[in-house]
């Protein structure tokens, strides 16, 4: 149980493109999605909390017009990279909560990830 | 910053070793979790210790939590070659526009030579 898809797994687009990356969680609902990024060799770093049929909550120096999230029902949350540029280009991972789960010990499931390559 | 702490950043040892990572944190948690990551590929939730739980085993993972010097260790025993990855902490807050998000470590890469 407890599982998490991403969609496209990887992606290579142009300059200025937009770029649709999808979180869903399989077995599960999930009222709260999180979307984080990595760069080579190093950490993830948070960068919003989606939250299902309200707007999402971005953490500081994360731009929300460039990075769109939309969690319109309780298995799904997209991220949309918009006018990408090659300093877009990370692994992007989602993970999920499950709705019926203890909030207060934060057990989240992660995504496998999205290559995201801006040429 | 809320984000944790790994030492070491990198580690090397023989299959068979102990392989022992520490993670540092400053402020207080409500939970503490390990996460290992195979090159390129997504997470693996290891354990969730809690800030009232001192230790916690899982097979040969066993994981401290120290709150009082915000510290937390995880030591992997009888270690495999198949244990080579990225390992990170993530720890858990409970305050505020904090509560629910999980902040990362930088991870510490472990490699085991058969």
């Known amino acids: 149980g407890a599982v998490v898809s991403q969609h496209p797994s990887w992606v290579i687009c142009k300059s200025g493109t937009s770029v649709k990356i999808e979180c869903r969680s399989l077995?599960?609902?999930?009222?709260?999605m999180f979307w984080y990024r990595q760069f080579p060799k190093q950490s993830l770093m948070l960068m919003a909390t989606s939250n299902e049929g309200s707007k999402a909550t971005y953490e500081q120096g994360v731009e929300k017009d460039k990075f769109l999230i939309n969690h319109a029902s309780l298995t799904l949350s997209t991220l949309t990279v918009t006018s990408a540029h090659p300093e877009d280009s990370s692994f992007y991972i989602c993970s999920a909560r499950d709705r019926l789960a203890d909030y207060s010990y934060n057990e989240q499931f992660f995504g496998p990830g999205t290559r995201l390559t801006v040429l | 910053s809320q984000q944790g702490e790994e030492d070491p950043q990198a580690l090397s040892i023989q299959e068979g070793e102990n392989a022992t990572m520490n993670c540092s944190y400053k402020t207080s948690i409500n939970n503490l979790q390990w996460y290992r990551q195979n090159s390129g590929r997504g997470l693996v939730h290891l354990i969730l210790i809690r800030s009232n739980e001192r230790e916690k085993h899982s097979g040969r993972l066993r994981v401290t939590l120290d709150t009082s010097k915000k510290s937390s260790s995880l030591l992997i025993t009888a270690s495999r070659a198949a244990d080579t990855a990225s390992y990170f902490c993530a720890t858990g807050h409970d305050r505020g526009s904090t509560l629910g998000r999980l902040y990362f470590g930088r991870g510490t890469q472990l490699t085991v030579w058969p």
């Open positions: 077995d599960f609902q999930a009222t709260t």
